[in-house]
């Protein structure tokens, strides 16, 4: 488990001006990672971390003589094509680096000129995938979606008998998955009607986003060797935003008996920026259940899991049509929630994931399955806020939805805020929907 230490104090200012204004996602305290390079360049991709509006060149960092000793082995490592051997390195590793980094960019830090000269404008840039993804595994850790849903076809017994005992999940494709900005076309599939006995091959007529967010694994384990609950987190390298599309009806033709398949696969969408564990430490939670609820068996539980497994990062969910885009207009937030209402933890994910000898590997990314909290406005899928096409979303435009239209953008956005500790943010999360290819 990360612990306070000096990255985190909020006094902290920094000589990269943008980093100190109130409403940036990146101040000194966060230094996310990711992968990026210059737009329309021939540069290669390489590894960055952000600070106010600027990237800081991790390939340049490391051939300075700024950083030295573990830091420098870890911008040497976080400096190539992908973050995957970064990853590899461990939890002691990526926190050397993020303090010689924030040492360096500190108001009064020495060497400003030769740092500002390893910095990049983020408006000059585009993104890669952070890692390579060798495997995706996508989880359903909200127990308030899992119950919404359930109530659209089990009014009675909504949740089924497993799930307060065991962390679901399904093995998602890792071949689709693009960073924001990703466009993909409508996919089609198998549907088949209430009134019809024989199912057609269309574009899917529903639509849907998920807001979820995405763990990467750090460390990986060797197979057969289960990581105990204790140990989860020193594998988790850190934690993006995650859109994983969905067709419902698609999906509620095909998914029995294994589960989602088509109407999962064509797109998911992530943020280019992973916010480590070290940066969230100000924002952790307990874990508790409800007293009548299942305890975790002893496999999943742990004093440390039940002091501070859960964390506070609020969530948004926006909606921008072409006609709203045309008209000059910005997103309109949907639905607003937060990580802390799930239930299940990611250590426990982790722990889950691996009990029976699985090896995770560094790049690996877990889902943690749509995230919805108690209240209406809190659903995070359009499945859920319109009551299953009875409720349709109102726009300013205007405009309504029950399902996403040709053409649709849906923007997700996570930030971490309480008294005392400076917010951090996680950026941003595009994606939009175009026509089938028919």
């Known amino acids: 488990m990360r612990e306070l230490?000096?990255?985190?104090?909020?006094?902290?200012?920094?000589?990269?001006?943008?980093?100190?204004?109130?409403?940036?996602?990146?101040?000194?305290?966060?230094?996310?990672f990711g992968v990026f390079r210059r737009k329309g360049s021939s540069e290669p991709f390489r590894g960055g971390v952000a600070i106010g509006d600027q990237i800081v060149d991790l390939p340049?960092?490391?051939?300075?003589?700024?950083?030295?000793?573990?830091?420098?082995?870890?911008?040497?490592?976080?400096?190539?094509k992908n973050l995957n051997a970064l990853m590899a390195l461990g939890p002691s590793a990526w926190s050397a680096l993020r303090l010689a980094l924030s040492r360096l960019l500190r108001d009064g830090a020495a060497g400003q000129a030769l740092v500002g000269s390893c910095l990049v404008p983020m408006n000059d840039v585009e993104y890669d995938l952070p890692a390579h993804i060798g495997d995706y595994t996508d989880f359903y850790t909200s127990v308030h979606h899992a119950t919404n849903i359930g109530k659209q076809f089990r009014p009675n017994n909504p949740l089924l008998q497993n799930y307060k005992w065991v962390p679901i999940a399904y093995h998602g494709r890792a071949s689709s998955i693009g960073v924001s900005g990703q466009s993909f076309r409508r996919p089609l599939g198998q549907v088949k009607d209430a009134e019809t006995t024989t199912p057609v091959l269309t574009p899917t007529r529903s639509l849907d986003f998920e807001l979820e967010l995405g763990i990467f694994v750090g460390m990986g384990n060797r197979p057969g060797d289960p990581i105990p609950i204790t140990d989860a987190e020193e594998h988790v390298f850190g934690i993006c935003l995650l859109n994983d599309w969905s067709a419902r009806d698609l999906q509620g033709w095909e998914?029995?008996?294994?589960?989602?398949?088509?109407?999962?696969?064509?797109?998911?969408?992530?943020?280019?920026?992973?916010?480590?564990?070290?940066?969230?430490?100000?924002?952790?939670?307990?874990?508790?259940?409800?007293?009548?609820?299942?305890?975790?068996?002893p496999y999943l539980d742990s004093t440390l899991n039940r002091a501070s497994g859960a964390i506070d990062i609020r969530l948004q969910v926006g909606l921008l049509t072409v006609g709203m885009q045309a008209a000059g207009a910005h997103a309109d937030y949907i639905a607003e929630t937060s990580y802390h209402h799930a239930y299940w933890t990611m250590a426990q994910m982790v722990t889950h994931h691996s009990v029976n000898g699985c090896d995770l590997r560094p790049g690996d990314l877990l889902g943690t399955g749509t995230l919805s909290g108690p209240g209406t406005n809190q659903a995070g899928a359009l499945i859920e806020l319109t009551a299953g096409g009875k409720r349709p979303v109102h726009l300013s435009s205007g405009e309504k939805r029950i399902?996403?239209?040709?053409?649709?953008?849906?923007?997700?956005?996570?930030?971490?805020?309480?008294?005392?500790?400076?917010?951090?943010?996680?950026?941003?999360?595009?994606g939009t929907l175009l026509p089938a290819r028919l």
């Open 5 to 32: 230490n000096e990255t985190h104090n909020p006094t902290l200012a920094s000589w990269v001006v943008s980093a100190n204004q109130g409403d940036t996602d990146f101040p000194i305290q966060n230094l996310p």
């Open 403 to 430: 399902f996403l239209e040709d053409g649709d953008s849906v923007v997700l956005r996570g930030w971490c805020e309480r008294p005392g500790a400076t917010r951090i943010g996680f950026g941003e999360c595009w």
């Open 60 to 80: 340049r960092i490391a051939a300075s003589c700024l950083v030295s000793d573990q830091a420098k082995q870890a911008a040497e490592a976080g400096g190539m």
């Open 255 to 297: 998914y029995q008996p294994l589960g989602p398949f088509l109407s999962k696969n064509f797109a998911t969408t992530i943020s280019p920026w992973i916010v480590t564990l070290e940066a969230l430490v100000p924002f952790r939670l307990p874990f508790t259940r409800e007293t009548a609820d299942p305890q975790p068996l």
